[in-house]
């Protein structure tokens, strides 16, 4: 909302999942699988066979294997994961792609922020250069102990629970552990409305999040490697109605992603000034200190000065005579409208006309140039 009425800038709010999305590959495969000894592959085999085999969820397996193979290899600490985290690749463009749409964004009266809804750890996305861009990091996470190590998965992240935290960015309520996320909230209240929100992804564990911004009204964006240039995954989604937008990720300065965006941020910012109106109509409704009976013989003036046939000029002076009283200003505007209305004007002396511009003109205190002229035309 603009800043002109005195209504804060909409906000849009942009929702990326991070591996091969705005990474090229799965982060633990950037350097601390292979520190730990393992094949990228067998990794992701054995972990996803563990899952498999105890009916457990894949991300808390990866954690706990990630746990049982670094020991007597690696410490995984905050430290050391972020230090992994710094040496993961990023698609072209990314890194100051964030400064480049807020800047945009800017321009067109529109405040964008920055949210990773990730299976991937936090605390190597946290050592990433882009790290700092981001409003909220909702990712896997461990709980570390005494000696700084991990020894307990904080936090686990899966494509279903995802669709928590597009509901904590609508309502503002973005800590994991406040419970308000679920209290019920007016529309009114929705700090980023679902029609405000982006959510960019890469394939089916993305789903349910883009499923539910598309549905609220907000746009959901698939992208691809630009550098395989492989659209399997996007024509699927897309095909399966979960995906509006897809394009390769190619955050570069007018890449088709960057303007996919900035369209969308054009469009927000639009139909926000058209809301803006909207608003400001009903907040002068609301401020309006008229008295019922004073709306009404407004109406009535402006329906007079509209009257177009003798029978309807009749009908609405039937009903202003059944006011008793009418202010100075509105008896001026009254007889404005009988001398500027000719059709009006060349019935003045008819009977019920004649006795209501007689009565105003009676009980104004002062007449004015129009009304001397009317009370010389009815006499």
């Known amino acids: 909302m603009s800043k002109e009425n005195g209504r804060k800038n909409p906000i849009i709010a942009i929702c990326y999942d991070f591996d091969k999305t705005l990474s090229p590959d799965d982060m633990q495969a950037q350097g601390f699988i292979q520190s730990v000894g393992f094949d990228v592959n067998d990794f992701w085999e054995k972990s996803n066979t563990l899952a498999k085999d105890n009916d457990m969820d894949?991300?808390?397996?990866?954690?706990?294997?990630?746990?049982?193979?670094?020991?007597?290899?690696?410490?995984?600490?905050?430290?050391?994961?972020?230090?992994?985290?710094?040496?993961?690749?990023?698609?072209?463009?990314?890194?100051?792609?964030?400064?480049?749409?807020?800047?945009?964004?800017?321009?067109?009266?529109?405040?964008?922020?920055?949210?990773?809804?990730?299976?991937?750890?936090?605390?190597?996305?946290?050592?990433?250069?882009?790290?700092?861009?981001?409003?909220?990091?909702?990712?896997c996470s461990f709980y570390y102990g005494e000696h700084h190590n991990a020894v307990w998965p904080a936090q686990s992240v899966n494509y279903t629970n995802k669709t928590q935290f597009l509901f904590r960015i609508e309502k503002g309520v973005l800590d994991v552990y406040d419970q308000?996320?679920?209290?019920?909230?007016?529309?009114?209240?929705?700090?980023?409305?679902?029609?405000?929100?982006?959510?960019?992804?890469d394939s089916d564990t993305d789903v349910p999040c883009m499923k539910l911004v598309n549905e609220y009204?907000?746009?959901?964006?698939?992208?691809?490697?630009?550098?395989?240039?492989?659209?399997?995954?996007?024509?699927?989604?897309?095909?399966?109605?979960?995906?509006?937008?897809?394009?390769?990720?190619?955050?570069?300065?007018g890449s088709e992603l960057d303007t996919m965006i900035k369209s969308i941020i054009d469009k927000v910012s639009v139909s926000e000034a058209i809301e803006n109106y909207y608003l400001d109509c009903q907040d002068e409704v609301a401020r309006d200190g008229r008295m019922p009976d004073e709306i009404e013989q407004d109406n009535l003036i402006s329906s007079l000065e509209e009257s177009d046939s003798f029978a309807r000029t009749h009908a609405i002076i039937k009903k202003c005579l059944q006011y008793k009283k009418w202010s100075q200003e509105r008896t001026y505007r009254l007889c404005n409208i009988a001398i500027n209305n000719s059709q009006i004007s060349s019935?003045?002396?008819?009977?019920?006309?004649?006795?209501?511009?007689?009565?105003?003109?009676?009980?104004?205190?002062?007449?004015?140039?129009?009304?001397?002229?009317?009370?010389?035309?009815?006499?």
């Open 347 to 379: 019935i003045l002396v008819d009977y019920e006309i004649k006795l209501f511009y007689n009565k105003i003109l009676d009980d104004v205190s002062t007449l004015n140039e129009d009304c001397e002229t009317v009370r010389k035309r009815i006499k």
């Open 58 to 139: 894949q991300n808390l397996a990866y954690m706990y294997e990630m746990s049982v193979e670094s020991t007597g290899n690696v410490w995984i600490t905050k430290e050391s994961l972020a230090e992994y985290g710094a040496k993961i690749k990023l698609f072209p463009g990314v890194e100051d792609w964030f400064d480049r749409i807020n800047a945009y964004g800017e321009e067109k009266g529109v405040v964008v922020e920055h949210y990773v809804i990730s299976s991937g750890l936090k605390e190597m996305i946290e050592g990433t250069a882009i790290a700092d861009k981001f409003k909220r990091i909702y990712a």
């Open 180 to 201: 308000r996320v679920n209290d019920h909230f007016q529309p009114s209240e929705m700090r980023i409305p679902f029609k405000n929100m982006i959510y960019i992804g």
């Open 217 to 253: 009204g907000g746009y959901s964006i698939g992208v691809y490697n630009p550098d395989i240039s492989d659209r399997t995954k996007v024509f699927k989604i897309y095909k399966d109605g979960r995906i509006k937008l897809f394009s390769s990720a190619d955050y570069t300065n």
